[in-house]
């Protein structure tokens, strides 16, 4: 299966949820994070630097469950800015 390449705009995006997510974890370890919320370290690590720009949905909501965040406050900060 050949994956369509990703535009700028959605590797922005996922820039963008890599950082809001790595200011909600604060000082709390990557490892204890990740497995609160049932993930890999390597896969938060991914997320938190924008190698995973797309992550599964159900992922997403693990993530924001874990660190007391809203999925719809994540999708509005991680929409593209209005130009």
């Known amino acids: 299966m050949v994956r369509t390449p ?3 705009e959605e590797r922005e ?3 963008r949820l890599g950082r809001l997510l790595r200011e909600a974890r ?3 370890s990557m490892v204890d994070v990740a497995a609160a919320a049932g993930l890999s370290a390597e896969t938060l690590r991914k997320i938190e630097t924008g ?3 797309t992550p599964a949905f159900f992922t997403v909501a693990a993530l924001a ?3 007391g ?3 719809d406050d ?10």
């Open 74 to 83: 994540l999708m509005a900060r991680c929409s593209p800015v209005p130009v």
């Open 13 to 15: 995006r996922g820039e």
């Open 65 to 67: 469950g874990t660190l």
């Open 51 to 53: 190698r995973a720009p």
């Open 26 to 28: 604060g000082s709390r």
């Open 6 to 8: 990703l535009t700028p």
């Open 69 to 71: 965040l809203s999925m």
